[in-house]
Every structure is written in C-alpha cells, then in structure tokens.
C-alpha cells in the first residue's frame, strides 16, 4: 500500500488517525429524548413564586364564592322546610275548623239538642213516665260513704299535715 503524499514544504508530521465517527444507534436516540423530557418536567415541577401565588388566590377566590353561595342556599332551604311545616299546620288547622263547623251545625239542630238532653240530663217530653229497673239478683255493697268517724281537724291542720306526710304512707287522725 502507498501512503499519501505529502505535499511539498509540509515537513511530515506524526501519521494521522482516523477521525472518530459515530454511528446514530436507536437506543442512544430514545435516551437522549428521555433525558429532555425529563429536564423538562423538572422545569415544570418547580413553580415560579408568580404561580404560587395565582393558585392560592384563586382557591381563595373560590373559597369566598362557595361561602357568599352557602349562606344564601341555607336560608332557601331552611325558608322552604318552614313553608312545608306552616303548610302542614294550615291543613291541621282547616280539618279542625271544619269538625267545629260541623258541631255547630249539630248543635243547631233542634232534634239533636233533644236526644242531648234527654241522654245527657234524664229530661222527659210533657206526658212521659220514666221508669227505673232494679235487677234484683244486684248484691247491695258498700255506699259511697264510708262507716269512719269524719275529721275533726280544721282545714288549716289539714293541710300541713298533707305537706308533711310522705305520699303513699297513711296517716291516721289526732
């Protein structure tokens, strides 16, 4: 093999090395871009103080909106409960103002007033005979009275002495 000439007035100098060339491979590629990537991400990680700041104030800003909202829906929803229970007191109300009408109406009437009186106070039309039936297989018992000698405290003694027993225990008269 023949070596290159030299040209002339160039002294000859150390023999040349072959320049380093590298050949692309695929994977040194994906590493590379990895590599950015990365470096990019990181950039993005660490926020600027600006951005901080722009994020606390709007969390701020929405905390306030939902605050100035909650008060407002509050007493919407407390305003309706209480139209719902006012309602409900209405109907009650109503149902009973029309069971009182009705008594009026009965009471009204002249028949109803008659079959009362009758029922209620044992008060008999002109001409009518009242009749009472005694069963008498009924046994006689006690009266409603009883058979004790009455109290011959007066009522003022009577009464402090009710203040000073123990309820549930008899007493029995001086």
Same mark, same amino acid.
């Given at each position: 093999?023949?070596?290159?000439?030299?040209?002339?007035? @160039?002294?000859?100098?150390?023999?040349?090395? *072959?320049?380093?060339?590298?050949?692309?491979?695929? +994977?040194?590629?994906?590493?590379?871009?990895?590599?950015?990537? +990365?470096?990019?991400? &990181?950039?993005?990680?660490?926020?600027?103080?600006?951005?901080?700041?722009?994020?606390?104030?709007?969390?701020?800003?929405?905390?306030?909106?939902? /605050?100035?909202?909650?008060?407002? /829906?509050?007493?919407?929803?407390?305003?309706? +409960?209480?139209? &719902?229970?006012?309602?409900? +007191?209405?109907?009650?109300?109503?149902?009973? @103002?029309?069971?009182?009408?009705?008594?009026?109406?009965?009471?009204?009437?002249?028949?109803?007033? @008659?079959?009362?009186?009758?029922?209620?106070?044992?008060?008999?039309?002109?001409?009518?005979? &009242?009749?009472?039936?005694?069963?008498?297989?009924? #046994?006689?018992?006690?009266?409603? #009275?009883?058979?004790?000698?009455?109290?011959?405290?007066?009522?003022?003694?009577?009464?402090?002495?009710? /203040?000073?027993?123990? *309820?549930?225990?008899?007493?029995?008269?001086?």
């Amino acid at each position: 093999m023949s070596t290159p000439a030299t040209p002339p007035g @160039k002294p000859e100098s150390t023999p040349r090395r *072959p320049r380093a060339t590298t050949v692309p491979v695929a +994977s040194r590629e994906r590493e590379k871009a990895e590599r950015n990537r +990365s470096q990019q991400k &990181a950039a993005k990680r660490q926020a600027s103080p600006q951005e901080l700041t722009s994020t606390v104030i709007l969390i701020l800003v929405i905390l306030a909106v939902l /605050l100035a909202i909650a008060v407002p /829906l509050r007493n919407y929803y407390e305003g309706r +409960s209480e139209i &719902a229970r006012l309602n409900d +007191s209405i109907a009650a109300l109503e149902q009973r @103002k029309s069971d009182l009408e009705g008594d009026i109406a009965k009471y009204q009437d002249p028949e109803y007033i @008659k079959q009362e009186a009758r029922r209620r106070l044992g008060v008999l039309e002109p001409g009518e005979t &009242a009749w009472r039936i005694i069963d008498p297989r009924m #046994t006689q018992g006690e009266g409603i #009275t009883t058979q004790a000698a009455p109290d011959e405290r007066s009522w003022v003694q009577v009464m402090w002495d009710s /203040l000073r027993e123990v *309820p549930g225990e008899e007493r029995a008269p001086e």
